[in-house]
């Protein structure tokens, strides 16, 4: 191997590493587990010799990638959308600084700790990897500084965007008035109502943090992932926010893994070299 191989494979590692969270939805896992058990289930009809399954499983396979597209079309729109809509600066390693996020962090809090008290709802999106872009056409661009009272005024009850979900996308607010998908999660309580189960659907369709804050009981929630914590305290909201849009430890774990893995694949292409040399 030479010095360009090795190059060859840091740069595919790196991609492969920043490309994964881009992909890595509740939907599009649905389509990963879904490919990968029927090849596994193909592989061992194949071994076992069962030709029956092995050829429907060969019929399935041959229109394999017609089938997916056919019935995952929307979750693979969705997926290349906030593939294509990704920036570059994002997918080599951008990020805004730690201070500023902590004063968004920080404001927000403070809006959804006295929306909580007086039973204001409200409905916030933090976009991270994924941009989100096709959900501003719903509402209303504002492009404004993250502010306790700009959140309060959004969603003051006789706003006209109060109905709406905000969204905070670069440390700003991007948009407001929002329409978000609902989920249709059977593990939701039904005591819930639009508002949260709109903010479980944005979380189950991207990799957003959703920030919830009842109309009618002033509880305060926050959906990732498709999972929905409730009833937290502003300070149990700050430090969720925290872990979730910070991340700095993880952050320099990962990237120390990456490095030293560059290293060690440089080290030994130096080697070899050396041994040529001899």
């Known amino acids: 191997?030479?010095?360009?191989?090795?190059?060859?494979?840091?740069?595919?590692?790196?991609?492969?590493?920043?490309?994964?969270?881009?992909?890595?939805?509740?939907?599009?896992?649905?389509?990963?587990?879904?490919?990968?058990?029927?090849v596994i289930v193909a592989w061992l009809a194949g071994v076992m010799k069962l030709y029956t399954i092995?050829?429907?499983?060969?019929?399935?396979?041959?229109?394999?990638?017609?089938?997916?597209?056919?019935?995952?079309?929307?979750?693979?729109?969705?997926?290349?959308?906030?593939?294509?809509?990704?920036?570059?600066?994002?997918?080599?390693?951008?990020?805004?600084?730690?201070?500023?996020?902590?004063?968004?962090?920080?404001?927000?809090?403070?809006?959804?700790?006295?929306?909580?008290?007086?039973?204001?709802?409200?409905?916030?999106v933090f976009a991270r990897e994924q941009r989100l872009e096709e959900y501003f056409k719903t509402g209303t661009r504002i492009d404004g500084q993250v502010s306790e009272q700009l959140i309060r005024n959004i969603f003051f009850p006789k706003a006209s965007l109060h109905d709406g979900a905000m969204i905070i996308r670069d440390g700003r607010v991007a948009a407001a008035g929002c329409v978000l998908p609902l989920s249709d999660s059977i593990r939701l309580s039904a005591d819930l109502g639009t508002r949260h189960r709109a903010g479980v659907g944005m979380s189950e369709a991207s990799d957003a943090v959703v920030v919830i804050v009842s109309e009618e009981t002033g509880t305060i929630s926050v959906a990732v992932g498709g999972m929905l914590k409730r009833h937290l305290a502003p300070q149990t909201l700050e430090r969720l926010l925290q872990n979730e849009l910070c991340k700095k430890e993880e952050i320099e774990k990962d990237q120390g893994t990456l490095n030293a893995l560059r290293d060690k694949i440089l080290g030994k292409a130096k080697e070899g070299k050396g041994n040529e040399k001899k």
């Open 1 to 38: 191997m030479q010095l360009s191989d090795y190059l060859d494979i840091i740069i595919v590692a790196y991609l492969i590493y920043r490309l994964l969270p881009l992909i890595r939805t509740p939907n599009t896992m649905r389509i990963a587990r879904a490919v990968v058990v029927v």
């Open 54 to 124: 092995s050829w429907l499983l060969n019929q399935v396979l041959a229109v394999g990638i017609l089938a997916v597209v056919i019935l995952f079309q929307p979750e693979l729109r969705r997926m290349l959308d906030h593939i294509g809509s990704v920036q570059l600066k994002t997918l080599l390693g951008g990020s805004k600084p730690a201070q500023e996020m902590d004063t968004v962090i920080s404001q927000t809090v403070m809006a959804c700790e006295v929306m909580s008290r007086e039973r204001v709802g409200a409905l916030i």
